[in-house]
């Protein structure tokens, strides 16, 4: 197997932690307020006890191959048809998501900052960064999110405190918004913004010590399922579900109420960089996964003459979408939706497929 660096427990858990709550800054409020109305927090919470679940299948298929990735896993007992199955849907998947990601943020970015601003070169300069961070791997990624998590926590903490003035307990009533019934059926399809923990699996062979992986997990979905709870809830407080889930760029709009007297306006310039922070941490985070799930699906000892390759067809998938309404349409209705089918089947299927190949052995 490839060797792609090593990384620590709090690198590994800071970086999936940003991977996570990434979406707080594109569509994740305004998802929630359309799929639960008011009670889009408490989807939000079951979305977190879901994760938690998945964690623990992470950590159980890890104790079973030490040191082996998903990818090799699967090609250890399943042949090298399960090794291509598995590497080809984890790379198809993060080449769609990252692909689609980088739509948001470069519409995210010219609808806010660069109006003027063509979405080809905006997205040009995001490309170009994320492949150089990629290209030297997760060690590279793992500690920088170890530098950019403090401000991203920090950041997104401050504005909710800055907004306490603007929110009214009152929207929070009728508690279970739509009903009881829709609140759990949109927690449970909304715990598909955990699905990048996937990336744990590919992971495996790069942190330090192996028993680890599962404190890894459960706390990097935690930290980002906390915040991702507070920013939902912090977005409902601020605006009544009609205008809450019409907003296009919730986030940008919570940081525009912000108000600290008649010279410190315009504040939310401060909070962009938070926006631009997270997007190069998550897309470098997906050309890297990609890269690594069709190098490992192929056997291939280096994964880093794909990166440049991988960057370009993530480019252009991209570049699909006619705008941002079609590029969030489909992350949500897709992605956002049926990704949970990711997070909880794919470590399911490898644990049942190493029972039967362990009793196989013994039998």
Known sequence: MMHTGYVGSKEARSFLAIVFSASIALTLPQDLALSAGRAGWLSMVIALLVALL?????SRIAELAPGNSVIAMAGQWWGSAGRWIVGVMLWGYFVLITALVTRAFVEAVI?????RTPAHVVMFLFMAVTVYIAYYGIETLSRLSQLVAVVLLVGF?????????WMDHRYLYPVLGPGLGTVVAAGVAKSSYFSELVLLGLMFPSIRVVRDSGRIARGAVWIAGVLMILMVLGYTLSFPPPSG?????PFYQLARLVYLGRFMQRMEAIFDVLWVLS????????LWAATQSLAQAGDLPVYRPLVFATAALVYGVAS???????????????LRTWGWVMLLGLPAVLWVGAVISRRRREG
Do not use: E, H, K, M
């Open 111 to 115: 609808g806010t900052i660069l109006p």
């Open 279 to 286: 997007a190069v941490i998550y897309i470098a985070a997906g």
């Open 320 to 334: 699909l979408p006619a705008d941002y309404v079609q590029t969030a349409d489909l992350t949500n209705r897709y």
């Open 54 to 58: 998945a964690c623990a299948l992470f």
């Open 157 to 165: 903490l401050l504005l909710l405190v800055a907004d306490l003035g």
């Open 245 to 249: 889930a019409d907003n296009p760029f």
